[in-house]
């Protein structure tokens, strides 16, 4: 069975740091996209940022672009989300995700979720 187990979140004040992991049970990283995402309530849900394990491209949303960095660590099966400069904006529940065919950073494309991790950053 696929399990991803989502951690890291918690309150912060702005300028802070936290980093994300996604932890995965019942399958490998190593083969395959994940992202991380997140929502607010009343909002869709939105890509923060992907990485493909295969061939290591990476994707960040603009508004995270040079704050947020994904890294993979297949050895540990988890990839991470470091964090830095944290924004009020940036509170949401955080989400990571696998998809299991191609690459992108499509919500609707990835296949399994992670059940979400918190993230409050206050002024």
């Known amino acids: 069975e696929v399990q991803l187990q989502a951690s890291g979140g918690g309150l912060v004040q702005a300028g802070a740091s936290l980093r994300l992991s996604c932890a995965a049970s019942?399958?490998?990283?190593?083969?395959?996209?994940v992202g991380w995402f997140r929502q607010v309530p009343g909002k869709e849900r939105e890509v923060v940022s992907c990485?493909?394990?295969?061939?290591?491209?990476?994707y960040y949303a603009d508004s995270v672009r040079d704050r947020f960095t994904i890294s993979s660590d297949n050895s540990n099966n988890t990839v991470y989300l470091q964090m830095n400069s944290l924004k009020v904006e940036d509170s949401a529940v955080y989400y990571c995700?696998?998809?299991?065919?191609?690459?992108?950073?499509?919500?609707?494309?990835?296949?399994?979720w992670g059940q979400g991790t918190l993230v409050t950053v206050s002024s």
């Open positions: 995700a696998v998809r299991t065919t191609g690459w992108g950073h499509r919500a609707q494309e990835y296949a399994y």
């Open positions: 019942g399958f490998t990283f190593d083969k395959y996209a």
């Open positions: 990485i493909n394990s295969i061939d290591g491209r990476r």
